[in-house]
Nanobody
Framework: QVQLVESGGGLVQAGGSLRLSCAASGRTFSSYSMGWFRQVPGKEREFVAAISWNGDNTYYADSVKGRFTISRDNAKNTVYLQMNSLKPEDTAVYYC??????????????????WGQGTQVTVSS
């Protein structure tokens, strides 16, 4: 069992930056691929970025490519999402997720086995 806890959300002006962190419990974190998703009320959960177990493979949604960077530190059991050049449309609750498919960088929420509770990101115009 893996527990995921996100942090780093908040209120930022358009054009600003935030770094989200997702701390995982358990000794098997390094064997999981990880992803970030986001959701606004009334809409489906949307894929943002994913990273394989060793960080060699990453995948981004077109809407964030070039602005967001996903990374991980297996020694710290933590995955990060660096968000730059934020836009009002990036406003959402951001969730991290873990998949037992170590090499996966899946965009589908159904590929993920564990989810955090989410952290709110609000970008003002």
């Amino acid at each position: 069992q893996v527990q995921l806890v996100e942090s780093g959300g908040g209120l930022v002006q358009a054009g600003g930056s935030l770094r989200l962190s997702c701390a995982a419990s358990g000794r098997t974190f390094s064997s999981y691929s990880m992803g970030w998703f986001r959701q606004v009320p009334g809409k489906e959960r949307e894929f943002v970025a994913a990273i394989s177990w060793n960080g060699d493979n990453t995948y981004y949604a077109d809407s964030v490519k070039g602005r967001f960077t996903i990374s991980r530190d297996n020694a710290k059991n933590t995955v990060y999402l660096q968000m730059n050049s934020l836009k009002p449309e990036d406003t959402a609750v951001y969730y991290c997720a873990g998949s037992r498919l170590a090499y996966s960088t899946s965009y589908s929420p159904r590929s993920y086995d564990y989810w955090g509770q989410g952290t709110q990101v609000t970008v003002s115009s």
